[in-house]
Every structure is written in C-alpha cells, then in structure tokens.
C-alpha cells in the first residue's frame, strides 16, 4: 500500500477582505513618491481626495503650491504651524491664508546684504496666485560689520539715527510687490520688533532710499486699494515722495499715515492728493498737524467728490484749523466720517459746526472728544442739530459740554440713529452679486 502525505499549503486565517485593492495600491505608491512625480490632476476627484488626505505637509512648496488647491490641506499645513488661525481674515481661504503668511514671515526676517533676495523672487511663482494683503509690521536692517566702539556715547542718542543712515537700508519691496497681480492691501511699519536689550535709534529709520523705493513700488501696485505706512517716523519731506507717487493712482482708496511725524507741509501735499485721487478714508491720527496743515486738507476736502472718512485726531489743529474743516464742509458733500478728538479745539470751532449741522446732509459721525468746546460750544451743537436728520454718531465725551446739553443732543442723534436703522429694515439695499 502506498503511503499518502496530504499538505495543507492554504493559510486558515487568509481572507480576499484583507488584499488591498489595486486602486488602494496605486494610490499608496502616489502618496509615497509624490515629490518625483505629483500626478495629481491626472486623477478622479475621489481619487485626489484620498491622495491629498494623505500628503505630508512638510512636502517642498515647490511640488504643492500650483498643484494642490484642496483647502483642507493647507489648513492642515496653517494649524501645524501657527497657533492662531483665523480664516476669516484672508477671505476663507486655508490656501491664501498660508502663503499671505509664510511671505510676511520671510519678509520679516530678511536681513538686507546677508539674507539672498533671491530667495524672495523664488517665492513669487509659488504664491503670486493667492497673496492679496500683506502685512509687515518689523523691517530687520543690515548686520553691521563694523560695531561701534563701547565708549560712543551716541549710541543711544536719536542723531544717531541719522550718522547711522547708510547702514539702515532696508528691503525694497520693489520687485516683490510688483509681480504680486492680485495685491489689494499693504500694511507696512519700519521698525523692530522685540528688540529688547539691543536697543538703537538706527533700528527704527525709515531712510530717503527706503522712501522713494517704497513709492516707486506702490505707483505700479495698479490693484491697490488699501495702504498703511505707520509708526515709521514718516516726515514731511517723505510724504511728498509718496504723495508724488499716488496722485492720481487708479485705484487706492484707503491711505493710513498714522503715528508719524507729519506736520503742515506734508498735510499741504496730502490736500493736494485728496483732491487728486479716488481716496475714500485717510488716518492722519497722532502726526503734528497744525492750522496751516489743516487748511491745506480743507481745501483739498472742499475740492474732495470722493472723501468719505478723516481721521485727525491727537494733532494741533487748534480752532484756526477746526473752522477751517468746518468751512469746508459748508459746501463738501462726499465726507461721512470725522474724527477731530484731542485737538484743542473750543467754542470758535463749535459755531462753525453749529452751520455745518444745520445744512450739511452727509455727515453721519464727528468725534469732539478731549477739546474744550466748553458750555456754550456745546448749546452751539445742540441748535445745529435742531433739524438735522442725518448725524447719528456725535462723541463729546470730555468736552466741558454742560450735562442737560449732552443729554439733549445725544437724544436728537439716537432718534436720527433710529430713524436709519428703521429706513434700512423697510428698504434693504441688495448687494450686487
């Protein structure tokens, strides 16, 4: 009789459910070596779905950047590397929100002669498509290379500053800026950061360079609508630079020169660029504006069509320049909005405005805050706003203004605040699609 060996060659536990299917393979093997080879477009949407789901976010911006729009991806790539993350500010958009971000970083830190610039020109390929708002709030200057000796005492003076100006050059936004098509917004401040113990006036120069690179920069921003230049030490001489360069720009609309060092010939130039532009708010708040000044600006607003917000608040007016906005506005019909709190501003000012409440028919909202409009300043106010329909903000918080006056004005205003709100809920505007 012959001996029979049966083998069992079969694993008992072996199951078809566990073979991966070849999709699921592919898919693996294009996750792996996405790097080499991102074929991502080539593929079904569910298919990039999966393959996305899966890519490292430490992936070279090169590969991902013009490849990959799924948003959930580069909210991944947000929330891994910043701890605040708040979409709403860049438009609901992960993507834009990354590359918006990831360019300011890097301009932040650019060291003028040590840092390459073109390591920036390489990022415009990568993030020319989403950036639309910058916002730099520190410039680093150059290392520099022959350190003073410890025994100058200029070191910690502000003239320091200026004997140090050649070495203070900073980035120039330039060709940056420029390849940016889609850039609407620019919020820029000349300074540093977090300083600390290595403190020096030189830290905190914006040059005559850094100027007129930065206007000759905005001139070609043809999409741009909103620029911030502030807490730059940006004086008179510099603002005509830049006036020089925005006048007549096709699209800027929103201009903030706040916390500089303005004076009366730079808001000369800026009355011009009022009157010469489709400007709808300038922040001149916290400059050394004077009467002169505020002239020049009034007359820019009396020639003004587009003008809608001012803001002037903690600069030197006095009540030569308050007449002079108030006279303005007699006959001006664009301005909605302003601000002319801490000013010096007393009862010779509040007679004008008396006029100017009882005739102009724009003007929703005027800050008098900290001036000395005083009792009877504050009785001028109250028969202007006897007819007036259309003020629904008026703040004289600390104005010496009696308390039965600010109690009745502040009644005419809340009846005039109503009267819209009512308006708009019975007639809602529809905004366009």
Request: glycine share 4%; net charge negative.
């Amino acid at each position: 009789s012959f001996y029979t060996r049966r083998c069992i060659t079969e694993d008992p536990s072996w199951s078809l459910v566990t073979v991966p299917h070849l999709t699921e393979l592919c898919l693996q093997h294009i996750v792996h070596n996405f790097e080499k080879n991102p074929i991502l477009n080539y593929l079904l949407p569910e298919h990039q779905r999966k393959v996305v789901d899966r890519l490292s976010t430490s992936l070279p911006l090169t590969v991902t950047a013009n490849i990959v729009s799924h948003e959930d991806y580069w909210k991944r790539c947000c929330i891994e590397r910043w701890q605040v993350c708040d979409v709403s500010n860049y438009g609901d958009s992960w993507k834009r929100m990354f590359f918006e971000r990831h360019l300011e970083n890097f301009l932040k830190f650019f060291t003028p002669n040590t840092t390459d610039p073109k390591q920036v020109l390489e990022l415009i390929p990568l993030c020319k498509g989403y950036v639309r708002k910058l916002e730099i709030d520190q410039f680093l200057p150059p290392v520099r290379v022959d350190q003073k000796e410890e025994s100058n005492d200029l070191a910690d003076t502000e003239e320091d500053a200026d004997f140090n100006e050649a070495y203070t050059h900073h980035y120039n936004l330039k060709d940056l800026i420029t390849a940016l098509p889609h850039l609407e917004e620019l919020h820029l401040t000349y300074g540093v950061k977090s300083c600390g113990m290595n403190f020096e006036w030189s830290l905190f120069n914006f040059t005559e360079q850094d100027c007129s690179n930065l206007a000759a920069a905005v001139k070609m921003c043809h999409n741009l609508k909103v620029f911030k230049l502030t807490q730059s030490k940006v004086d008179d001489d510099k603002i005509k630079v830049l006036v020089h360069n925005l006048l007549n720009h096709p699209c800027l609309l929103e201009l903030d020169l706040s916390h500089n060092l303005i004076r009366d010939n730079g808001a000369q130039a800026l009355g011009k660029l009022i009157s010469h532009s489709r400007l709808e708010t300038l922040d001149l708040c916290n400059n050394q504006i004077r009467h002169l000044g505020a002239q020049a600006l009034a007359q820019g607003l009396a020639e003004s069509s587009t003008l809608t917000s001012l803001n002037l608040r903690l600069n030197f007016l006095e009540d030569k320049g308050g007449e002079a906005i108030g006279h303005a506005l007699l006959t001006n019909r664009s301005l909605k909005s302003l601000h002319l709190g801490s000013n010096n501003l007393s009862d010779p000012t509040a007679a004008v405005f008396s006029r100017v409440l009882a005739q102009n028919t724009t003007l929703a909202s005027i800050n008098f805050s900290c001036n000395h409009l005083g009792l009877d300043g504050g009785k001028q106010l109250l028969e202007g706003l006897a007819n007036n329909k259309t003020l629904t903000e008026l703040d004289l918080r600390h104005t010496e203004v009696e308390q039965e006056t600010d109690f009745l004005i502040h009644q005419i205003v809340w009846a005039n605040r109503e009267a819209v709100r009512l308006g708009s809920l019975q007639h809602p505007t529809t905004e366009p699609l």
